[in-house]
């Protein structure tokens, strides 16, 4: 299974923009992009997914190059409650999920 | 429409006490997953069943085991319960196409053993 690698921690403030990049150079050539978002004591939800270029939503923005070896997802203008673990996952059955990374953000 | 349901959301076991925690999904999906989510840390996928009749192991399957009782129900169970199992675990079921994936996850249940 291809791996994925993302940062542990991210901190921003409300207002910004926050970019969080996530590592997987052995992508699989059907593999999808997924990210998700899971805040305390609740199951991970689904945010966005792409396949290449840029895929944007009315929460998110992903970011894929044409090697497709990485991924960036940008939240726009993030608040107090887009604090919460982000992960990127890669398609497949047995899907894994990463420690993620945790965004933080304040006032 | 309910989605993804677990039941119990609390459980306290004693040592050695045996437990399934259940799942239903009404999303008609085929595969369905467990996952363990211990303080501070992600997901590891315990057992996961791509379709109704067949279960497999994932990252940290020791100490349970699992029924696909039908599409719509995966039950773990915990033959015998440890301190080490103590965790909030997740049910979800993922939609799954030629590498597109999207997961829905039950509530969970916040598993302790003392």
């Known amino acids: 299974l291809a791996k994925t690698t993302q940062p542990i921690s991210m901190d921003s403030y409300e207002g910004q923009e926050v970019n969080i990049t996530c590592s997987h150079n052995n992508i699989a050539t059907n593999d999808y992009i997924t990210w998700y978002q899971q805040f305390p004591s609740q199951g991970p939800r689904f945010i966005i997914q792409g396949y290449k270029t840029k895929v944007t939503n009315e929460v998110a923005s992903l970011f894929i190059p044409a090697d497709r070896k990485s991924s960036t997802l940008s939240l726009p203008r993030v608040s107090l409650s887009d604090t919460a673990v982000y992960y990127c996952?890669?398609?497949?059955?047995?899907?894994?999920f990463g420690a993620g990374t945790r965004l933080f953000v304040k006032a | 429409n309910a989605g993804v349901t677990q039941t119990p959301k609390f459980q306290v076991l004693k040592t050695g006490q045996s437990m399934t925690l259940q799942c239903a999904q009404d999303m008609n999906h085929n595969s369905m997953y467990w996952y363990r989510q211990d303080p501070g840390m992600g997901l590891r996928l315990i057992y996961y069943?791509?379709?109704?009749?067949?279960?497999d192991k994932g990252e940290v399957p020791n100490g349970y085991n699992v029924s696909r009782l039908n599409k719509r129900e995966f039950s773990l169970r915990l033959e015998s319960a440890a301190p080490s199992q103590t965790s909030v675990y997740f049910c979800?079921?993922?939609?799954?196409?030629?590498?597109?994936?999207?997961?829905?996850f039950g509530q969970g249940t916040r598993l302790t053993v003392v």
């Open positions: 996952l890669l398609g497949g059955f047995k899907t894994i």
């Open positions: 069943s791509a379709s109704e009749g067949t279960t």
């Open positions: 979800a079921t993922i939609h799954s196409r030629t590498g597109e994936t999207e997961a829905f």
